[in-house]
């Protein structure tokens, strides 16, 4: 866990951006009911 959390701390802001866009590309085109069923997080309720 100790070594995720240093491999974040080194990554740059934009390069985490560019991976969650593609990941979200990725599932939203190979997985969509899982893309559906996890929503936006920060607002779902």
């Known amino acids: 866990m100790h070594s995720l ?3 974040y701390q080194r990554i740059g802001l934009v390069t ?3 991976i ?3 990941l979200g590309t ?3 085109w190979l997985a969509p009911s899982v893309g559906i069923a996890l929503g936006i997080w920060g ?3």
């Open 5 to 7: 959390i240093a491999m």
């Open 16 to 18: 985490l951006i560019v």
């Open 20 to 22: 969650g866009l593609v």
């Open 26 to 28: 990725l599932i939203g």
């Open 43 to 45: 607002l779902c309720s």
